[in-house]
């Protein structure tokens, strides 16, 4: 079956600028997490949802960083004012429910690139 | 806190040799543990997990991995290594407490040689 689809997977934008990166998760999945890969370093958690609802936003790093996911399906991450520190790889990943023990089934990422 | 640590940052292998890419965690409750494989310009892969039961867990293409609770540790194994299997490998932690999010460690770079 289809698995978890990211759009773009490429972006270059000026520093200042506005983006939004799309996810759309495996089918009847109802937890949804997106993290950041920056280059030689593991991801890192930024959010999860679980339905429309942002359980856990801990990890976004300051309020230039806004998640949403009105359906309970698709996901857009939104990035205001970037900064060259966004640069970055940013994957979205998706389970059948909320829980530590289930395995997340990532995404292929979507490149940023802030110039 | 939880963290993961990775100690190697690659991992050098003869095809048909055994490998081990060595992880150890830390967590407050009781550990769900997670390898994943990331091969170039493409997503995250999962291997296996470790939720509870029997020590030694097998996964997709040939490996398994040992939970060692006494020395925290979740290494990665393969008894006969294909150059194929030469990708960056990261090892996870999430824990019973209500915790969803994973934590990674910083990944190993396994190159497996002819």
């Known amino acids: 079956g289809a698995g978890v689809s990211q759009t773009p997977s490429n972006k270059v934008t000026e520093k200042g600028k506005y983006v939004e990166l799309r996810c759309d998760p495996i089918?009847?999945?109802?937890?949804l997490y997106w993290y950041r890969q920056s280059l030689g370093q593991g991801p890192e958690f930024l959010i999860y949802?679980?339905?429309?609802?942002?359980?856990?936003d801990s990890g976004l790093p300051n309020d230039r960083f806004f998640a949403v996911r009105p359906e309970g399906s698709v996901s857009t991450l939104k990035i205001q004012r970037t900064e060259r520190g966004d640069s970055a790889v940013y994957l979205c990943a998706s389970s059948p429910q909320l829980g530590g023990n289930y395995e997340q089934y990532f995404g292929p990422g979507t490149r940023l690139t802030v110039t | 806190a939880q963290s993961v640590a990775q100690p190697e940052d690659q991992v050098n292998v003869a095809e048909g040799n055994p490998l081990t890419v060595k992880c150890t965690y830390s967590?407050?409750?009781?550990?769900?543990l997670f390898w994943y494989v990331q091969y170039p310009n493409r997503g995250l892969q999962f291997l296996l997990k470790?939720?509870?039961?029997?020590?030694l867990v097998k996964g997709s293409y040939g490996f398994e991995a040992e939970f060692n609770k006494s020395q925290t540790s979740f290494h990665l194994k393969k008894p006969s290594a294909l150059v194929s299997d030469s990708a960056l490998y990261f090892c996870a932690v999430s824990d019973s407490g209500g915790y969803n999010k994973l934590i990674f460690g910083a990944g190993t770079r396994l190159a497996v040689h002819p």
């Open positions: 470790y939720i509870t039961g029997d020590n």
């Open positions: 949802f679980q339905g429309t609802g942002a359980a856990d």
């Open positions: 967590v407050s409750g009781n550990p769900y």
């Open positions: 089918s009847g999945h109802t937890a």
